[in-house]
């Protein structure tokens, strides 16, 4: 059973109320949620990550960094192009690789095709049912199918988008580290642009639609982290920065933040150096760089009066993540205008030894690697912090925050509304899951997990 058809619904003690879901739909992963309160207050709030570690950061050891581009791909079906991205501007930085404009404009494009397939799919199929009171998308499709066919549109153009510049819609395989294997031709653009206005129109009325609903209401502030770049909003670089003052390069993440081990769960999570939880994803990039974003995506982000709301409570997340949606279309129709086809799609590089790290923001928030490199560019240890590992303690207390809220409630709708604030982070538990070390022990070649 899963999601709310697998909570339990006996009476809750006297002295305490326990909220459990085994298996939290409409996420991407497998992860569990558990509130305990006692006495009126939370005495335990946990986002469990069970779903089995997939080992990347020691799969990539020994591998070059073209090698690495087309393993970390396969982190995540859904937003293989922040791992690729990310991965590629960090050999970049050590490299000391210069790409040509027209290759940057590509890259942006290319991450904007991300944007728009996975937001899509987000504001659509995973979270719109809990605002229009359905348990799946194919339920809430029966009576709001226009909606439904209209996320799903969007969706398609975004993965067509990627699926011309990379090669395939999933885990694509043209990035490189300088650039790409091929760049594309101006006319293999003209078919999605030709769906880009229209494209335009809908993400429009997709943000008047998701800021018309009444989310839960909740006031919660918490520290907010994302890239700032000074000229763009960000997708592949700029400085960490903060709302409580953090200011960093986008390699240095180590500077104000580490992972640490939780018993229990499959993930690492990470705070700041001094303890302290925070969030990434659209609410954090709409409170830090709503100033750059695109003029049609800020026009509709200031008629719905919601800027200061987002900041605060998580639940109008979508409405940031539609605002975003629409930002990505119309930025990608203004790069697809301006496309001009660079003289070589990749520049040359050279590999020394070294450390090899940048973030860049995937949908759902800060994504960060460190890699360090031999003098043959072969990888000796890497570092993958996904944004859900970042975001896994900034989830916990916000249903720490949240849990008084519901407790009058029967318990059923109570933990619906639980499971609901953690589907508003649009959680990528595949991507979060992986364990400090993987070491082959002993004479008889046994093996061991640290």
């Given at each position: 059973m899963h999601g709310t058809d697998g909570?339990?619904?006996?009476?809750?003690?006297?002295?305490?109320?326990?909220?459990?879901?085994?298996y939290i739909t409409r996420v991407e992963g497998e992860g569990s949620l558990v509130l305990r309160v006692q006495d009126g207050q939370v005495a335990e709030a946990r986002l469990k990550i069970f779903e089995a570690p997939r080992y990347f950061e020691r799969l990539v050891v020994g591998r070059t960094g073209d090698e690495v581009i087309d393993i970390v791909a396969r982190i995540c079906g859904i937003c293989p192009i922040a791992y690729q991205m990310t991965a590629t501007h960090a050999f970049e930085d050590l490299y000391g690789v210069e790409v040509a404009p027209a290759v940057r404009a590509l890259r942006r494009l290319?991450?904007?095709g991300e944007y728009i397939q996975s937001h899509a799919l987000h504001v659509f199929m995973l979270h719109a049912p809990d605002f229009l009171g359905y348990p799946s998308v194919l339920a809430m499709a029966g009576d709001h199918r226009p909606v439904v066919e209209q996320g799903l549109a969007i969706k398609r153009?975004?993965?067509?988008?990627?699926?011309?510049?990379g090669g395939r819609s999933v885990h694509p395989i043209s990035v490189r580290v300088g650039g790409f294997s091929r760049a594309p031709r101006r006319?293999?653009?003209?078919?999605?642009?030709?769906?880009?206005?229209?494209?335009?129109?809908?993400?429009?009325?997709?943000v008047a639609l998701v800021a018309s609903w009444d989310p839960p209401q909740f006031n919660h502030a918490q520290p907010l982290v994302a890239l700032r770049h000074p000229r763009e909003y960000p997708y592949n670089d700029g400085r960490i920065v903060s709302t409580d003052g953090i200011d960093l390069a986008p390699g240095a993440w180590s500077e104000a933040f580490e992972e640490h081990h939780v018993e229990g769960s499959n993930a690492l999570h990470a705070r700041t150096r001094d303890g302290r939880a925070y969030q990434l994803g659209p609410t954090a990039r709409i409170a830090l760089d709503a100033d750059q974003l695109h003029p049609i995506a800020a026009e509709a982000l200031a008629a719905t009066g919601l800027a200061d709301e987002i900041r605060t409570n998580v639940h109008r997340s979508i409405v940031a993540r539609a605002v975003e949606l629409l930002g990505a279309c119309a930025d990608a129709r203004d790069l697809i205008d301006g496309y001009r086809e660079p003289s070589a799609p990749r520049a040359p590089w050279t590999p020394r030894a070294g450390v090899a790290a940048w973030s860049t923001e995937?949908?759902?928030?800060?994504?960060?690697?460190?890699?360090?490199?031999?003098?043959?560019?072969?990888?000796?240890?890497?570092?993958?912090?996904?944004?859900?590992s970042q975001n896994q303690e900034a989830i916990e207390a916000d249903l720490a925050a949240f849990a008084p809220s519901v407790l009058d409630l029967p318990h059923a709708e109570a933990t619906h509304r639980l499971e609901m604030l953690v589907r508003a982070y649009d959680p990528c538990i595949s991507c979060a899951t992986h364990f400090l070390d993987l070491r082959i022990v002993g004479p008889g070649r046994g093996w061991a997990l640290r």
């Open positions: 909570i339990s619904t006996a009476p809750a003690p006297v002295a305490g109320r326990e909220f459990k879901v085994d290319l991450y904007c153009l975004g993965n067509r988008l990627i699926s011309t510049l006319g293999d653009l003209d078919g999605v642009r030709a769906d880009l206005d229209e494209a335009v129109e809908m993400a429009r009325a997709t995937a949908p759902r928030g800060l994504l960060h690697h460190r890699y360090e490199v031999d003098d043959d560019g072969h990888v000796t240890a890497a570092q993958i912090v996904p944004p859900t």
